[in-house]
């Protein structure tokens, strides 16, 4: 059983930082790309950023150069760094990560319970 444990989230004020993370655990045999969505209300889920296991990354037009993505493949973990934060960055933020289990040839696609950012004005 693979699962995805995200934690980090929370209320911030307009122009402050908050760091996301995400722990991958369980019979895992490797992981290929992880990266963060958020899903605001009313909205659909977009991406935020992704970051691939050789440490490539994209970003969202409306985050890149305040948000950065990085990932500790040994402890299967990737973060999201937040700063300069904005009233229209206030979503469920959810991890998501592409990994191939024990016993299977073939990557599934999991993700992580979602954790609540609030950046009030």
């Known amino acids: 059983q693979v699962q995805l444990v995200e934690s980090g989230g929370g209320l911030v004020q307009a122009g402050g930082s908050l760091r996301l993370s995400c722990a991958a655990s369980g019979n895992i045999f490797s992981i290929n790309s992880m990266g963060w969505y958020r899903q605001a209300p009313g909205k659909q889920r977009e991406l935020v950023a992704a970051?691939?296991?050789?440490?490539?990354?994209n970003y969202a037009d409306s985050v890149k150069g305040r948000f950065t993505i990085s990932r500790d493949n040994a402890k299967n973990t990737v973060y999201l760094q937040m700063n300069s934060l904005k009233p229209e960055d206030t979503a469920v933020y959810y991890c998501n990560a592409a990994i191939v289990a024990e016993g299977f040839t073939y990557y599934n696609e999991y993700w992580g319970q979602g954790t609540q950012v609030t950046v009030s004005s």
């Open positions: 970051i691939t296991s050789g440490g490539s990354t």
